[in-house]
């Protein structure tokens, strides 16, 4: 599976953007999905991950009620939509194909990863 994440940018805070990312490879339906991101000076978190089917999403705390992942398993895309951006959501976002059909919160659970799309929002 290879993975190709896109719609990052720059943006205002309060803003909103929406994250894609295309998966070639026959497998991207049978697996969840995760977006994890990287600040600077940061680890790499967990955004948010939906399942195979679109049936179960988690959040981190801090991305709740502004962020909504989904997923278009007709055309193997995974989206993430992102609202009221702030600061701290400043990043690189990366996309992530688990190795189960669920979408764990734990990076060392994904064994895809894109090569990550740059957000940052200005104050």
């Known amino acids: 599976v290879q993975l190709q994440a896109s719609g990052g940018g720059l943006v205002q805070a309060g803003g909103s953007l929406k994250l894609s990312c295309t998966a070639s490879g026959r497998v991207f339906s049978n697996n969840g999905m995760g977006w994890f991101r990287q600040g600077p000076g940061k680890e790499r978190e967990f955004v948010a991950g939906?399942?195979?089917?679109?049936?179960?999403?988690t959040y981190v705390d801090s991305v709740k009620g502004r962020f909504t992942i989904s997923r278009d398993n007709a055309k193997n895309m995974v989206f993430l939509q992102m609202n009221n951006l702030k600061p701290e959501d400043t990043a690189v976002y990366y996309c992530?194909?688990?190795?189960?059909?669920?979408?764990?919160?734990?990076?060392?659970?994904?064994?895809?990863w894109g090569q990550g799309t740059l957000v940052t929002v200005s104050s």
């Open positions: 992530a194909a688990s190795r189960t059909v669920m979408a764990s919160m734990v990076w060392r659970d994904y064994n895809y």
């Open positions: 939906i399942s195979w089917r679109g049936g179960s999403m």
